[in-house]
């Protein structure tokens, strides 16, 4: 299947910028990041995957209070996206099943030449391609997805976190960010995924090369506490800022929270009506 035709590049549009550029006109922070990573090993996988390969009962994970939502009887079986083999496929194939997936891929190899230590696991699942990357190369793959001519993936149309929290693992990289990237030169959309532990959730910022990720990293931080190293303004945008915890972390406390309005409260989770 040949690739695409090459578009010109517009004149008003943005700079191209590497990631070199990126990471130094990033304001210092206090990270992790150049700490040894402790996925590079060859149990890397494992450890990733386990965070979301677990069993869950009920419908939001709680244990202990009796069933509050009615749904105590779901029972989750543990499941974790298999590598996809090739043809990877995506929108209309060739007569070998190669689709614009198998593209991507194919150029992203060959402009970034640390490809097959950035992406560790191609997921392809529900007709979209999930790149897994290593958080240490995040910056230098996004930067070849949007400047190189062949990919341009000019937006950032969404960044959110997700918590696999495992309460028999503390050490699992239970913490994901998930990008979705479009192109709009080709009409194309493609998912990266960055998974971190809560000791060290530490993720670069990509508001250097997609400012539309700005407010979007604020709230992943605000909701799962995800640090956004290099971010212009890493603050609550939510929450208030004195606020205790990140509310969409699995092991958030439910309820029993008080409410400043005509001194009403929120009953904790064992003192409200339970369903049998």
């Known amino acids: 299947m040949s690739g695409p035709t090459e578009r010109p590049v517009p ?90 997936f ?30 897994h990357v290593r958080r240490e190369h995040l910056l230098e793959l996004a930067a070849t997805l949007r400047n190189d001519p062949g990919l341009r993936f000019e937006l950032c149309s969404s960044l959110s976190g997700v918590d696999y929290y495992d309460p028999t693992d503390d050490a699992a990289s239970r913490l994901h960010v998930a990008y979705h990237l479009t192109s709009m030169t080709y009409r194309r959309r493609i998912r990266l995924e960055v998974s971190v532990s809560v000791q060290d959730p530490h993720v670069p910022s990509v508001t250097g090369l997609y400012p539309t990720a700005d407010w979007q990293e604020r709230e992943t931080w605000d909701m799962f506490g995800i640090i956004f190293d290099g971010h212009p303004s890493l603050t609550r945008i939510l929450m208030p800022d004195d606020w205790d915890g990140f509310p969409q972390r699995k092991d958030y406390p439910l309820g029993g929270i008080p409410v400043q309005y005509k001194g009403a409260t929120i009953p904790p989770p064992d003192q409200r009506r339970v369903y049998q």
């Open 11 to 100: 004149e008003d549009s943005a700079p191209e910028q590497s990631a070199s550029a990126i990471a130094k006109a990033a304001p210092p922070v206090e990270s992790t990041l150049d700490r040894a990573a402790p996925f590079d090993t060859p149990q890397a996988e494992e450890v990733r995957d386990s965070a979301f390969g677990v069993e869950r009962h009920g419908m939001f994970g709680v244990a202990g209070s009796g069933d509050t939502t009615g749904f105590g009887g779901l029972v989750h079986e543990p499941w974790v996206p298999a590598a996809a083999e090739r043809p990877y496929g995506g929108g209309a194939t060739d007569q070998d099943g190669r689709g614009y």
């Open 102 to 131: 198998d593209d991507v891929v194919d150029r992203l190899d060959t402009a970034l030449p640390a490809f097959d230590r950035a992406v560790w696991k191609v997921v392809v699942d529900r007709g979209e391609m999930t790149l």
